[in-house]
Each structure stands twice: as structure tokens, then as C-alpha cells.
């Protein structure tokens, strides 16, 4: 009995160490990002993309509760510019405020996560004239503190499908 206690401790052990070393190995820093070409040009886009309700018109994070409290404050379409939201479990209770804007360029936002769990995150939607039409890029940054950084292994192919759909939302409102 005594050597299954043993072995039983040995396994627990190299566990524990795969999972620290995986930690340390993923780090904490996390960066995503998507884009997609929209036949309009960069003046039209920019509008769906200017301020918290303009960007809400495409959010993919909008449908995860259909029945979210919003409430917006600043300036829309300044710096300061403040949407919150409280929501189903799904949702969760967070805070997006514009901190950069650069006309038919660059909208920056920081994102406050509140509910499930706290984390702060940078998001910039980036416009790229091509011809007639506009590249955009959305970007999304984050640190993850130990463990939760491990969740970096998974949130890939969950950022790929919020982003594509939300792109996609932003392209047809576009080229209207």
C-alpha cells in the first residue's frame, strides 16, 4: 500500500511540474487579431467604427445576451467615450472606453472586465485605404496572470469566430 501511496505522490508531482512549466512556457502576454477587406471606402467605414454605439452595431459580443443593460457615457465620438454593460453569465459585467482616435485610421479601447472575473484588455480597429476599398484590422490585447493564462491555449479559435462574425456584421453595415 505503502508503494501505491508513493507512486500515486510521484505522479501528482509531475503533474503539478508539467502544469507550471506549461504556465511559464505560454506566458502571460496575449495578442489576437483579424482582418478583412470591405469594398467602402475608409471615410464610410470609419463611421461604424467611431464611437461605443458604432461599434456596438457589429459587436459580436452583443448576441451573447439579448437582454444586456447599456449604458453609455462621455462624448460619442471622443476620447472618453464610455459604453457599459451588465449581462447574463455568458456576458458578463464589463466597462469599453475609447482612448484613441485617429480619423479614418485608428479607434483605440480599453475593455475593463468586471464579471466573470477581472482583466483589463486593449482592442484598436485599424483602417488601411486599399483603392476603393478599406483593410480593417481589429486587434485585441491582454496579460493573463498565472493560471489563467492557460486559457491562451483555447482562446484562439473562440477570438477567430467572435472576430470573423463581428468583421463580417461591420463589412455588410459598410458597404450599404
Known amino acids: 500500500m505503502k508503494k501505491f501511496f508513493k507512486i500515486l505522490l ?85 466597462e469599453e472606453k475609447i482612448t484613441a482616435l485617429e480619423p479614418n485610421k485608428k479607434s483605440s479601447i480599453n475593455i475593463r472586465f468586471i464579471k466573470p472575473f477581472e482583466a483589463n484588455a486593449d482592442a484598436d480597429v485599424l483602417l488601411e485605404p486599399q483603392g476603393n476599398a478599406t483593410k480593417v484590422t481589429w486587434t485585441f490585447d491582454t496579460e493573463m496572470n498565472y493560471p489563467m493564462n492557460l486559457m491562451k491555449l483555447t482562446m484562439d479559435s473562440q477570438m477567430d469566430k467572435d ?13 450599404k
Open 163 to 175: 472576430f470573423g462574425k463581428g468583421l463580417q456584421k461591420l463589412k455588410e453595415i459598410s458597404e
Open 10 to 94: 510521484f505522479f501528482f508531482i509531475v503533474i503539478f511540474l508539467v502544469i507550471v512549466i506549461a504556465m511559464i512556457a505560454v506566458g502571460k502576454k496575449y495578442h489576437f487579431e483579424k482582418s478583412i477587406v470591405i469594398n467602402a471606402p475608409v471615410e464610410k467605414v470609419w463611421q461604424n467604427v467611431n464611437s461605443m454605439k458604432a461599434v456596438n452595431s457589429w459587436s459580436p459580443f452583443m448576441d451573447y445576451d439579448k437582454n444586456m443593460k447599456q449604458t453609455y457615457s462621455g462624448v460619442s465620438g471622443q476620447i472618453g467615450d464610455t459604453y457599459h454593460w451588465s449581462g447574463n453569465e455568458q456576458a458578463g459585467e464589463g
